[in-house]
């Protein structure tokens, strides 16, 4: 388990607790095509936040190039830390400590991250805190409400992952379900790029289903009703299947009713499995986390399933599900606050479990 990485130490006793609301930590986040920086004080106090996304250079790509992106990083990196620094109105001499995305992630990304963490802690000679990036995801849902209830229910769903996790309590994650194939962050992106879309494919295609019909084309439910697991690749072949079976009929396409039929296809899933998983793990609250969850249909849909079934929902702001540092800092709060220490040798590892 991450906790536990022989790369970490703790020492017996923090001695922090006095201090803990004022603790002022940097978190930094480039696990993928945003270089973002914050500065939190205490578990929620959020002084400012940079967040600066290269999707722009990925656009013609319909993707991310890790290449683009790591170099994008190195650009971005020290000027999102001085204005960071500069919004929050805190000198860098008065860093408590440096929470950094070790994985998972694109290689190239985070060790620019994490090169400029560590620079940071040895300069400053203040602790390194290595975070989990799907524990961050979970953590911007304690950046709106310190003391959220424990245990919960995570769905974690980004571009790369589709999870749902168990969080027992800080530190202790039990992953119930992920995805077999394709994330449903992933999945958003390819049926985008179907459709000519702007990447990424999420928001663009939420855009459009504003305008369509939810129910116009029946596409898949696939293993709604098995297990926790997850698969999309077959969602987004059938989305495949309809735009060229359209085309070779020479049929115009109606695009906000694919992308309106695709998005309910996708919550209905989504949201159907996590209500199951809640009422069988007999977890009272559920967290809902990452990029995907910035969605505002599998928003409503989850949150009338919640108010139907007496389950407290948690999503963050929109802001705060798409990648960002407020949720690594926070994260690294609760580990920095626990002891949990990175040692100046720590390296980024893109398939960091979280359990
Ligand atoms: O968490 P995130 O920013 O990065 C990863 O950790 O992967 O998630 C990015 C994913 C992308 O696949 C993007 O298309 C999706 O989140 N996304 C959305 C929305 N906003 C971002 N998907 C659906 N609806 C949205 N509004
Ligand atoms: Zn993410």
Do not use: W
């Not at 019909?213 to 696939?222: E, M, N, V």
Request: overall charge negative; glycine content about 10%; charged content about 20%.
């Amino acid at each position: 388990m991450f906790e536990d990485d022989a790369t970490e130490t703790r020492p017996q006793e923090s001695g922090l607790d006095s201090r803990e609301q004022e603790l002022l930590v940097l978190g930094i986040e480039t696990s993928c095509d945003e270089t973002s920086v914050a500065i939190l004080s205490g578990s929620n106090n959020l002084l400012g936040q940079v967040i600066s996304s290269s999707s722009d250079l990925h656009q013609r790509f319909g993707g991310v190039v890790p290449e683009v992106a790591s170099r994008a990083h190195v650009q971005a990196i020290n000027p999102a830390i001085s204005e960071a620094l500069r919004l929050s109105g805190v000198a860098a001499s008065d860093l408590d400590a440096v929470a950094v995305t070790v994985g998972p992630g694109l290689v190239g990304s985070l060790v620019v991250g994490v090169a400029a963490a560590k620079s940071l802690s040895a300069v400053l000679e203040v602790p390194l805190v290595g975070v989990n990036h799907l524990e961050a995801h979970l953590y911007a849902n304690f950046l709106e409400i310190a003391d959220l209830p424990l245990p919960a229910l995570g769905l974690i769903v980004s571009g790369g992952h589709t999870m749902l996790v168990n969080m027992v309590d800080h530190g202790i994650y039990e992953v119930v379900g992920q995805t077999l194939d394709d994330a449903a962050g992933e999945a958003f992106d390819k049926v985008g790029r179907l459709l000519g879309l702007e990447f990424p494919g999420g928001p663009a295609i939420e855009r459009e289903a504003a305008a369509g019909d939810p129910g116009a084309i029946a596409f898949p439910r696939a293993m709604k009703k098995e297990g926790f697991d997850f698969s999309f690749s077959g969602l987004k072949t059938a989305v495949f299947n309809y735009v060229s079976k359209a085309e070779t009929a020479g049929q115009a396409l109606n695009i906000p009713d694919i992308c309106a039929s695709f998005q309910e296809a996708v919550a209905e899933v989504l949201v159907y499995k996590t209500m199951r998983a809640a009422m069988q793990l007999e977890v009272p609250t559920i967290f809902l986390c990452g990029g995907v969850a910035a969605n505002g249909r599998l928003r409503v849909l989850l949150s009338e399933a919640c108010d139907a079934n007496g389950v407290f929902l948690s999503i963050p702001a929109p802001v705060f599900c798409t990648d960002n540092a407020a949720m690594v800092a926070c994260c690294g709060y609760y580990r920095f606050i626990r002891g949990i220490r990175s040692d100046l040798d720590v390296n980024p590892d893109p398939n960091l479990p979280l359990a």
